[in-house]
């Protein structure tokens, strides 16, 4: 199985950085996925991690270690519009991604 | 840009009803899928086809059904809607290593 785990919610403040982890138990996979989802809206893609690592892409940064199995999606400069739940999935070897439950971030004047 | 298009974005339906569920996408993927998500549960795999007419259950497949007559469309079938498949359902495209395109969702309520 793939067991994902993530925080259920976490509150920030406009301007800082946040970090919402994600932690899994699986015997393997290809990749692992970060989505954004506005209420009421579908999930959007954010990133891709194959390899260890950091994959940086502006504000928004995802890590990846695989011996741990654990990933981060790493929010800087944090906006009001960043408000929304964050998904990870990892991709298994069908190519069909697990989802975790998702992280509700709350950001705050 | 991979379009993913629900016909609909809210349906009322009745218990008992028969219920169809229209998904299209534009950009010749083989593989389509269909989810709901519900609060604290997250997203749940319901169905999914690798291509036409082709099938495959997903997570949770009790009380659905799907059809692909054509690459483009995949359709969900509620049988006999209930009110436990009051759900945000959603339709998504898979590009291997790119991961999904979804589509709009459609929120379905059963009363």
Redesign the interface.
Known sequence: GQNIDQPTEMTATEGAIVQINCTYQTSGF??L?W?QQHA??????LS?N?LDGLEEKGRFSSFLSRSKGYSYLLLKELQMKDSASY?C?L?GGS???T????TSLIVHP | DVKVTQSSRYLVKRTGEKVFLECVQDMDHE?M?WYRQDP????R?IY?SYDVKMKEKGDIPEGYSVSREKKERFSLILESASTNQTSMY?CAT?R??????????T?LTVV
């Not at chain 1, 009421?40 to 893609?45: D, L, M, R, S």
């Not at chain 1, 989802?99 to 998702?102: A, D, I, L, M, T």
């Open positions: 290809n990749g996925f989505y009421g809206e579908a999930p959007t893609f891709y194959v998904l999935a991709e190519y069909i991604p989802f975790g439950r998702g | 593989n899928f604290g549960l997250g997203l795999l999914f959603l898979l291997e290593n790119y991961g999904y395109t979804f589509g709009s969702g929120r």
